[in-house]
């Protein structure tokens, strides 16, 4: 999988240097282009792996609360750090800090719980 990534990348890469030089507008849709094929072959793996962490959530060591948060958590930090790519390579750095900082934001709130989970935890151990 990982090779066709990079051929896929590779290929982006150079469909979007050609177009810059000669049709600049369309260099930014050859990226997202390039992006989006990428992402549609990893979901693949993606999927696997949501399988396994579902498996161990339905194994009753892990509270379904807390292993959605877990997941969305994990889904979040990955959108948010492919979005703020797109915006670091089309030159919108300002941009790409505002998705992070959202990311973060958003991934704090979700933890809460789990932070509240273990700190319940924490003190019924040491009663």
Avoid: H, W
């Avoid at 999927?47 to 339905?58: L, P």
């Avoid at 915006?87 to 900082?101: H, M, N, P, R, T």
């Avoid at 933890?111 to 273990?118: C, F, G, N, Q």
């Amino acid at each position: 999988m990982i090779f066709k990534v990079i051929g896929i990348a590779l290929i982006g890469v150079l469909t979007v240097t050609a177009l810059r030089q000669v049709k600049p507008e369309l260099a930014i849709f050859a990226g997202v282009a390039a992006s989006v094929v990428i992402i549609l072959e990893v979901m693949g793996e993606v999927t696997q792996i949501i399988s396994v962490f579902q498996g161990v959530g339905e194994g009753g060591e892990v509270t379904n609360g807390i292993f959605k948060s877990i997941t969305k958590i994990i889904g979040i930090g990955y959108i948010t750090e492919y979005s703020a790519s797109i915006c670091e390579d089309y030159g919108s750095q300002s941009i790409a800090k505002k998705v992070q900082l959202a990311g973060k934001v958003s991934i704090f709130g979700l933890a809460i719980p789990i932070i509240l989970s273990i700190i319940d935890a924490v003190g019924l151990l040491l009663k």
